[in-house]
């Protein structure tokens, strides 16, 4: 990583004091610089920082990483990549992103560590500095281990150290395991195979069920949209058919598409659209309305499994 203009901390803390040492120098230094500074944070640290900041947080932009990154894979395109490219040209911008938290579920720690280590390829090349801080008190040895893994630089009080650990393709290799199957058929699960023929008819099955599942209003409106854009990328590029199955699992309704296609980008769905682009926004599309969006791709197909609506 030496001479590579992005730079990609993290920050081990323990405890409030050394959770504002390592944040608050960090944003004054870039507002003394002039440089665009953000704050995406768990809402309860984003006000230890904001009121540390004093009047100075009017130059900051605050978001609460609960709402805005309660999916891992929206974080690139619709926080840190939103931020950054909406910054004048010339001039370094620096993120503060704390995704991985305690409290975080099983199915949704695999997405947080892949996002981490996909930060680094959509970040590349760019004056940008992304520092991520890390629980230390809160947080098991495995989100610690990882945290090595997908950041070139660990910071732990006064200390700056290289990680001889860095290796963010492994952890995306790693992140990129099967999931658990979906539940057998019965009354609550909708399980139908599709082709282009059948496009219109499997949406529409899939909004009903959801329906019945309990979702309603946008939540319902987010089921249809992610049924629509994922049952026509497998027509498209999954092998023109697929399999969609629906149904409801710990307060959330789970929306799955297997196709026999393979996806060979990582950072797909994780790009901003250019404005004049007319396709390939499905996956965008999908990551920024579902609440956590797991894949898995191998020799045999890819699985996208989507969650929505209820507590996360």
Do not use: K
């Amino acid at each position: 990583m030496s001479g590579e203009p992005f730079a990609h901390p993290a920050l081990f803390y323990g405890g409030t004091r050394a959770y504002l040492a390592g944040t608050v120098p960090f944003v004054r230094a870039a507002l003394a610089a002039g440089e665009p500074v953000a704050v995406a944070v768990p809402g309860e640290r984003l006000e230890l920082i904001r009121d540390a900041l004093g009047a100075d947080g009017d130059g900051v932009r605050f978001l609460d990483m609960r709402e805005a990154g309660r999916n891992p894979g929206r974080i690139i395109p619709g926080v840190l990549r939103a931020f950054a490219d909406a910054q004048p040209p010339g001039r370094r911008t620096r993120i503060i992103g704390e995704p991985v938290r305690a409290g975080r579920g099983p199915a949704e720690y695999p997405a947080c560590a892949q996002h981490e280590a996909l930060i680094n390829a959509a970040f590349q090349g760019r004056e940008v500095t992304v520092l991520c801080p890390y629980d230390t008190a809160a947080l098991d040895p495995r989100a610690l281990a990882d945290a090595w893994a997908t950041h070139p630089v660990v910071i732990e009080g006064a200390e700056e150290r290289p990680s001889a650990a860095y290796d963010p393709e492994g952890v995306v290799a790693r992140c990129n395991a099967p999931l658990p199957p979906p539940p057998a058929d019965g009354p609550g699960v909708l399980r139908v195979a599709f082709d282009a023929d059948r496009l219109p008819a499997v949406r529409h099955l899939a909004t009903r069920h959801g329906g019945g599942l309990g979702l309603a209003g946008v939540a319902l409106e987010n089921l249809t949209l992610v049924a629509a854009e994922l049952t026509t990328n497998s027509v498209v590029h999954g092998g023109g058919r697929g399999t969609l199955t629906v149904w409801a699992q710990d307060g959330q309704v789970l929306c799955e598409v297997r196709d026999g296609g393979r996806l060979t980008d990582p950072l797909a769905g994780r790009r901003p659209a250019d404005r004049d682009q007319r396709n390939g926004r499905g996956l965008l599309l999908v990551n920024l309305v579902a609440d956590l969006v797991r894949t898995h791709t191998g020799t045999d197909g890819t699985t996208i499994r989507c969650h929505l609506g209820g507590p996360h």
